[in-house]
């Protein structure tokens, strides 16, 4: 459902500004009462507008409008008109907006209302949906929501959903809305005129329900109609990893040009060439959403695995990571499981030699330790990011200029240099997930 979704903060379950209460007066009026607009039509506590359509959703026309909380008070709506014949459609979709209406990430049901020809499905209103924020005739002020907040805001809905059994089965940025708050922006998912909610101790749903979401957007396992298992909430994930790389892309799509989707997806050719192969930040992201990408199922990450992942990590956690696996593996022998993976594949991550890609101030300030460092060794280069966080302060004042301020200059310094450090180190580490030490850092 398009352009539609209350006051929530972009905080995880944190309540948003108290609407304003409602008037009879239109802006720019002069205080004067409004005229009822020619295509105003109401039913009950719903009033919306004809000739002002903000999408289509699965099952019904979306139109701009107001739900009517008492005589005095009424809010920005989007109505859902459908059709009487769909009711039984609409009465689903109202009942999973109901179970999901505690999360500030998924639109907030109002009400419904129904004549004699149609039901009217009242949600918050948004300001647009997430295929409009890359036109560049009219680009969204995200008010200083990034790409990765964007994104695991996404996922937290998701996991929401997922976390009451329910199977979106139509993810794609038409259906993922942004609500302005005027200093911030909040992301909603929207539409659930396709979302199946599994059986109690059911893992899949027949695909005899019909609902094969959008072409472009959605899993192999829906588009195959050979294959014997029944699909999952997996298809969400998969939904998700394409909004990934639209997102992050500024509105490209991993599997090419619309005419070309389809047949990609089923043949698993996609294309993540808009993240650059040296850059920490995609490196880290391209690793996340080929998993999200797997054309197995069950090879696919959890929505609760995916906001675990190290691309929506904080620099403060990244360098709290490092510093747990310096302190860790300080003490291994070379020969040992940890320090075997962690130095497999490390000349790539190293440069082979990363005291030469260092700035010449930190590399005389480690190299008043004659021998303490290792130049091919990863667990060596950890090592240094360990102590010279430790001992940042008694550092000399040019050395600590070099670096910047902790974390985020610190950590950028360091990832900026060695794009792949974090992901082969949080990859390397992961056999020893369930050691106390490493347990915040992993799904267990």
Sequence with gaps: MEASSSGRSAGRFQPGPALPPASNILPGTG??????????????????????????????????GYFH??????????????????????????????????????????????????????????A?????????????????LNPV???????????????????????????????????????????????????????????????????????PEVLDESRKVNPTSAVDIFSAGCVFYYVLTGGKHPFGEPYRQTANIMDGKYNLNGLQKDKHEDIVATD?????????????????????????????????????????????????PIIQQLESGGQEVVRNNWIKHITAV???DLEIRKGAYEEGSVKSLLRAIRNKKHHYHDSPKEVQETLGSIPDDFVSYFTSRFPHLLLHTFLAVRSFAEELTLQHYYLM
């Excluded at 647009?128 to 200083?144: A, I």
């Excluded at 259906?175 to 893992?203: C, E, P």
């Excluded at 992942?309 to 310096?326: A, R, T, Y």
């Design 149 to 219: 907040m964007l994104l695991q805001q996404t996922m937290m809905g998701l996991e929401h959903l997922h976390s009451h059994n329910i199977v979106h089965r139509d993810v794609k940025p038409h259906n993922i809305l942004l609500k302005d708050h005027s200093d911030s922006v909040t992301v909603k998912i929207s539409d659930f005129g396709m979302s199946k909610q599994l059986a109690d101790s059911r893992q899949s749903y027949s695909m005899r329900s019909g609902a094969l979401g959008t072409m472009g957007w959605n899993a």
């Design 362 to 364: 930190l590399r005389k």
């Design 31 to 64: 205080g004067k009462p409004a005229v009822v607009a020619s295509d105003e039509e109401s039913v009950g506590k719903i009033t919306y507008y004809t000739n002002n359509h903000l999408g289509k959703g699965a099952d019904g026309i979306v139109f701009r």
């Design 288 to 336: 996340l959403i080929e998993q999200m990408l797997n054309m197995e199922p069950q090879g696919r990450p959890s929505a609760e695995s995916v906001l675990k992942h190290p691309f929506f990590w904080s620099l403060e956690k990244q360098l709290m990571f490092f510093q747990d696996v310096s302190d860790r593996i300080v003490n291994e022998k070379l020969d040992g």
């Design 128 to 144: 647009v949906s997430l295929d409009k924020c890359f036109t560049k005739e009219n680009p969204f002020d995200l008010r200083g």
């Design 69 to 126: 909380c008492d005589d005095a008070n009424k809010r920005p709506a989007a109505v859902k008109r459908i059709e009487l014949a769909k009711q039984s459609n609409a009465d689903r979709e109202v009942a999973l907006l109901l179970q999901l209406d505690d999360n500030p990430h998924v639109v907030r049901y109002f009400c419904t209302e129904k004549d004699g020809q149609f039901l009217y499905i009242a949600i918050e209103l948004c």
